[in-house]
Each structure stands twice: as C-alpha cells, then as structure tokens.
C-alpha cells in the first residue's frame, strides 16, 4: 500500500528581487526563457530567467543557483516567503 509521511521543510532563506516596470524591462526570448534589464548610470545589467507564465510588474525573479533563475508571480512569493510590508 502507498503511504504518504509527513515531512517538514527545510528553512531556506531566497536570493530574490522584485520586478519594477519603473526601473527594470523585460521581455521574452524564446520558449519560457525571458531577460530584464536595469540601466544604471554608465552600465546596464541583463538577467536571465524561466517563467512558465506571463511576467508582469511586482512579480519576483528568483535565484537558486548561477543557473536556477526563476519568476514568481507576487501572490505565491507572498504565499511562500516572509515579505517585509
């Protein structure tokens, strides 16, 4: 017979920034690869990031490892992690 077990989660602190259409653009790529951007003074910056949905102001963009960057939509990273008001 199958038996499911609980299980506790292991506390995880995110890397995480929240999307600004004010300071940052976006756009999708290919598939569910999108890039934004922020221009500051002299440079601008690129990230790169799976979304399996559309991306849309005050999402987050969050990030595992160099090569695990993902979108959060703000309901369920507001679901999932304490967000200082």
């Avoid at 995880?12 to 003074?41: C, G, P, Y």
């Amino acid at each position: 017979m199958i038996e499911f077990k609980p299980f506790e989660s292991k506390p995880i602190i995110r890397m995480a920034f929240q999307l600004n259409s004010e300071t940052h653009q976006w756009m999708l790529l290919e598939d569910d690869t999108w890039i934004v951007s922020e221009k500051t003074e002299n440079t601008t910056n690129f990230i790169r990031f799976r979304a399996d949905e559309s991306v849309k102001d005050l999402d987050w963009v969050v990030q595992c490892t160099e090569f695990d960057t993902y979108h959060c939509s703000d309901k369920v990273f507001r679901e999932r992690n304490i967000v200082p008001e």
